[in-house]
């Protein structure tokens, strides 16, 4: 996204809309807001023009809700060339929020409170001394109603930053020979969030889950940011889900990363060939990665992020590198357990003459005999004890009509039978052996013509009792579980996080 002149009659994407943006260009912002090179970062936060390339940047209601403050200021700086401008906006806390401690009751994804004061140090407190000058700072009201019960008007803290070439000199640091006096009045501070200025944890999470599963983690992913509300989130997400998890509002920064195809009816799913994918990509170091996909496949990411210390569900036999583990209902594994699965055409075998390809299998009738072995064979599942029903995805071409045959053996052993001219819905079987093997089979019927059928494969389903626990429940459990280890038994202050 290119630098471009500020509309005049839309709304940024981040901030108050109630406010048009014609309003900062009447204002004392006006003169640097109205500069044809002004690059609007609300439009898109999540991407920086390159460095040194702007000669204006405008970031509109974003700072308040970044935790890495300090991060934020310094990256937005040095998209600036020399002599270019800063300019930043912050809801004020005593015309927007109205009050003078966090957190706000008037925007969830909001970090700090802000007014003329907070603001300054910040900056001081983030950009090299003698690279920037402040050249603009203080309060834009203009058309506030004081009188009314809701902000009505401007509301915000503004202030301009020019950034200079460095002088060849620094800064000579005095050293005090003696602590300077205790002062007996403290005065009041705007922001509680005064006190946490030393960094906080630095915490990765993982949902790389499809649109479904990530939607039915978003409550987890709540519950974290407010378990840990100073903390530095990094979320990584499937590319399909950038847009909704940066609009969440939960995690400081988005990463992209598809460990799964995006259709996984089309692709098969290879964790462990992107493992040194991700390794490249997600660096750094953290305090604390925790992966909220219940399937245990995407565990493997974990095992080579530098975090003091890992959290999954799963057990800590299985994955040794993991510190926090939630093991899953025992019922899930349990043979009361129901469970489905859907098996492909590729993992059935065929006799030559079918023509097989990675979603179904085609065996042309005019080429079959009448009587013979079977056409089409496989998996051989084994299966605990239970009762079972498998739906074949058949399809009988009307062009070349006959029978086909079909049955169920467990370890080689026929248990169900079925005869059709238009397809199979579904086969009911009992199995009562530990780990016999499954096996679905196509047969011509002898005396008859064969049917032209394509197979798809099937859907085997075990019937019992389901798990006691949803998903969304069992990552909500495991985010708590993070918390109470780390906030309520004190482990990160006994291993040094």
């Known amino acids: 996204m290119g630098a471009e002149r500020l509309p005049r009659n839309t709304a940024a994407r981040a901030g108050d809309p109630a406010v048009p943006l014609e309003a900062y260009l009447d204002g004392p912002l006006g003169p640097y807001l109205a500069m044809a090179t002004m690059f609007d970062l609300s439009r898109d936060p999540g991407t920086l023009p390159a460095p040194g390339s702007q000669q204006g940047v405008w970031a509109r209601w974003l700072l308040q809700d970044i935790g890495d403050y300090r991060g934020a200021l310094q990256s937005w700086l040095n998209c600036l060339g020399l002599g270019g401008f800063l300019v930043i906006t912050v809801p004020h806390a005593f015309l927007y929020e109205r009050q003078d401690a966090a957190p706000s009751l008037r925007r969830h994804p909001q970090r700090r409170l802000y007014t003329p004061r907070a603001l300054a140090e910040e900056i001081e407190e983030a950009l090299v001394p003698n690279t920037y000058r402040l050249r603009w700072l203080g309060d834009l009201d203009a058309g506030y109603d004081y009188r009314a019960d809701v902000p009505l008007g401007q509301h915000d803290v503004a202030a301009v930053i020019e950034r200079i070439a ?236 006959g029978l086909i045959a079909c049955d169920i053996a467990l370890d080689t052993q026929r248990i169900a039978y079925a005869v059709s001219d238009t397809g199979v819905n579904e086969l009911r079987f009992t199995s009562v052996k530990d780990h016999a093997l499954f096996e679905f089979r196509l047969f011509p019927v002898p005396g008859q013509p064969v049917a032209d059928v394509r197979f798809y494969g099937g859907r085997l389903s075990k019937r019992g009792t389901a798990s006691a626990l949803h998903q969304s429940e069992y990552l909500i459990l495991l985010v708590d579980l993070v918390a109470l280890r780390l906030n309520g038994t004190g482990i990160v202050r006994d291993i040094g996080l």
């Open 166 to 401: 460095a002088p060849d000199w620094g800064l000579t640091e005095q050293i005090k020979a003696s602590p300077p006096p205790v002062d007996l009045f403290e005065p009041d501070r705007t922001r509680v969030e005064l006190t946490a200025r030393a960094p906080g944890l630095r915490i990765l999470a993982l949902k790389l889950d499809h649109l479904g599963d990530f939607i039915m983690g978003i409550p987890a992913l709540k519950r974290l940011r407010d378990n840990f509300p100073e903390a530095e989130i990094t979320l990584v997400v499937g590319s399909w889900n950038e847009s909704l998890a940066r609009s969440l509002g939960v995690a400081d920064r988005v990463e992209v990363f598809d460990a799964f195809p995006r259709n996984s009816a089309e692709e098969e799913p290879d964790v462990p060939g992107k493992v040194a994918l991700f390794d490249a990509q997600i660096t750094g170091s953290y305090d604390l990665v925790v992966d909220l996909r219940t399937d245990m496949d995407s565990r493997l990411l974990l095992r080579n992020i530098d975090a003091g210390m890992k959290a999954g569900i799963g057990l800590q036999s299985r994955f040794p590198f993991l510190d926090i583990c939630l093991p899953l209902d025992t019922q899930i594994q349990h043979f009361d357990a129901a469970w489905t699965e859907t098996i492909d055409p590729p993992r059935f075998s065929a006799q030559s003459y079918c023509r097989n390809s990675p979603y179904s299998i085609h065996c042309p009738g005019g080429e079959i005999g009448e009587e013979g072995p079977a056409i089409v064979w496989g998996p051989y599942r084994a299966l605990p004890p239970g009762d079972y029903l498998f739906e074949p995805f058949l399809e009988i071409e009307s062009g070349h009509p």
